[in-house]
């Protein structure tokens, strides 16, 4: 059995250890010690990495019998005598968290009677899940509840109970295992069982921040930030705001008002360029046919038009396609190039095939019917897919020949 001294010392990050154990597991060496100070991944909290005898720890595992298994980048003799250094910035970074996340789940079950059923400690943010629906207001009550305490900076004390005694405690959750119990004491706030490395008073967390929620399973889910973290979110925020203020030349406090005019007047700008591309497609549709080219009995127009969105294409083909014996073929100027391929009535032609062919060709994709067929995500040379789309449509018209 590891001796694992973050059970009693969370802040003691390196020691001198016995190589009890090295052995190969899936191509990699597996690394056991009498005692170590690396936490492996469990109860929703990644484990430490760092350094061992001067290779990487790139995963620490718990095993059977008790043993802790230390995944390094290279094997350690069995015997010898090895240093261990944890990741400090890491470990602090998972003992905010964590004890974050204590505290959060405190402090809706004391407030709201919401119970933690879920906790996951991501490399970004962490999730945690409760088993009731709440509201906006349930969260920042919650968040306030569970800064207070932080900014008590209370101590965080670790205890040890048998069963028996801790079936005579306030526990916030009945214990998932048997034996002796590990319990992490917020003082006069939580007392949860827990294998865990946390902070030792409070403030050390710094901050603890709801990020969003959403009902999930009957409950709800919510991301969360605490310490550093939540100072990287703060910052990243205030950037985001700062750019929108300057772009938009309006208080912050504005800025949604401003965004959603800004979306409507897009809108509608959008619909008046749908509309005045339909009427000008009908002009400009006579010229492309006046210019196409004879492929047997049909009259082939491919063009790369410049200004036109996708929504306008089409128009465009639409109209040109509508006088018979035409085959419309339009291109955008701009990469990814859009693709629209239209033919009239009375033309032996599979649009869809002919996009077919050119996207396994020129990549992109797209889809339609054998009268009107559209893609997109197209790259190269507008010259170059120009040629091969009128080379795939002479190929198609051939039995017209």
Not at 187 to 196: Q, R
């Amino acid at each position: 059995m590891t001796e694992r001294l973050y059970y009693t010392e969370p802040t003691c990050v390196e020691c001198d250890a016995t190589v009890t154990s090295c052995h190969t597991v899936d191509g990699r060496s597996m690394v056991t010690l009498d005692r170590t100070v690396f936490y492996p991944s469990s109860g929703g909290q990644p484990c430490d990495t760092g350094t061992l005898g001067g290779c990487a720890v790139v995963d620490v595992l718990d095993l059977d019998g008790g043993q802790v298994g230390h995944v390094v980048d290279a094997p350690l003799v069995v015997g010898s005598s090895v240093r261990g250094q944890v990741d400090w910035p890491r470990r602090f970074d998972h003992m905010q968290q964590h004890t974050g996340q204590h505290i959060l789940s405190a402090a809706f079950d004391r407030l709201h009677q919401a119970r933690t059923v879920g906790f996951h400690l991501g490399a970004d943010v962490s999730t945690l899940d409760l088993d009731k629906v709440l509201n906006a207001g349930a969260m920042e009550a919650a968040e306030i509840e569970a800064n207070r305490i932080v900014w008590d900076n209370r101590p965080v004390s670790i205890r040890f109970a048998t069963p028996e005694e801790a079936a005579t405690m306030t526990l916030r959750k009945e214990p998932t295992r048997s034996g002796s119990l590990r319990l992490i004491d917020v003082a006069g706030f939580d007392l949860s069982a827990c294998g865990g490395t946390h902070v030792e008073w409070t403030g050390q967390i710094g901050h603890i921040a709801v990020k969003s929620w959403e009902k999930f399973r009957g409950g709800t889910r919510l991301e969360f930030v605490c310490g550093g973290r939540a100072l990287r979110e703060y910052r990243m925020a205030r950037d985001i705001v700062a750019g929108c203020v300057r772009v938009l030349s309006v208080p912050p406090a504005d800025l949604p008002a401003a965004i959603e005019r800004g979306q409507a007047d897009n809108k509608d700008l959008r619909r008046t360029a749908k509309a005045q591309q339909q009427r000008l497609a009908v002009y400009e549709a006579a010229g492309l046919v006046a210019r196409g080219t004879s492929v047997g009995s049909a009259t082939v127009v491919v063009e790369v038009i410049e200004g036109w969105d996708q929504a306008g294409l089409k128009a465009l083909a639409t109209a040109a396609a509508s006088r018979p014996g035409v085959v419309a073929a339009l291109m955008s100027a701009s990469e990814p190039t859009l693709v629209v391929i239209a033919r009239a009535s009375d033309v032996s032609l599979d649009a869809s095939a002919v996009l077919k062919a050119l996207v396994a060709g020129c990549g992109g994709k797209g889809g339609g019917k054998a009268d009107l067929a559209q893609g997109g995500g197209m790259t190269g040379d507008p010259a170059t897919l120009k040629a091969e789309l009128e080379s795939v449509i002479s190929r198609a018209l051939q039995p017209e020949l």
